[in-house]
């Protein structure tokens, strides 16, 4: 079992940059395939991006060219940079993780979730 911890949300103005991460413990980064959802108020949960276990990185159109998933093996993180935020950016942000090989990444139901950490943008 993993356990997720996610930090560095906030409130940015339209336009600004937030970095995400999440710390991984109980079992590396390198062995998981993992993921960034966000929820809006009211909204069904969504998939941002996901690294898979061999560093395969894919994300949603929504997001494409503005935000960068990477990880960090020695500091067992994983971070989302996100650039040229809008508004509907605002959500809860979640990592996820899951070690299921052979799966495409958006087609993974993943088994591990952090708590979450708020991202708002203002206009």
């Known amino acids: 079992q993993v356990q997720l911890v996610e930090s560095g949300g906030g409130l940015v103005q339209a336009g600004g940059s937030l970095r995400l991460s999440c710390a991984a413990s109980g079992r590396t980064v390198s062995t998981y395939n993992m993921g960034w959802f966000r929820q809006a108020p009211g909204k069904e949960r969504e998939f941002v991006a996901a690294?898979?276990?061999?560093?395969?990185?894919d994300y949603a159109d929504s997001v494409k060219g503005r935000f960068t998933m990477s990880r960090d093996i020695a500091k067992n993180t994983v971070y989302l940079q996100m650039n040229s935020l809008k508004p509907e950016d605002t959500a809860v942000y979640y990592c996820?993780?899951?070690?299921?090989?052979?799966?495409?990444?958006?087609?993974?139901?993943?088994?591990?979730w952090g708590q979450g950490t708020q991202v708002t943008v203002s206009s």
């Open positions: 996820a993780a899951d070690s299921r090989r052979g799966v495409e990444l958006r087609k993974i139901d993943f088994g591990s």
């Open positions: 690294i898979s276990w061999i560093g395969r990185v």
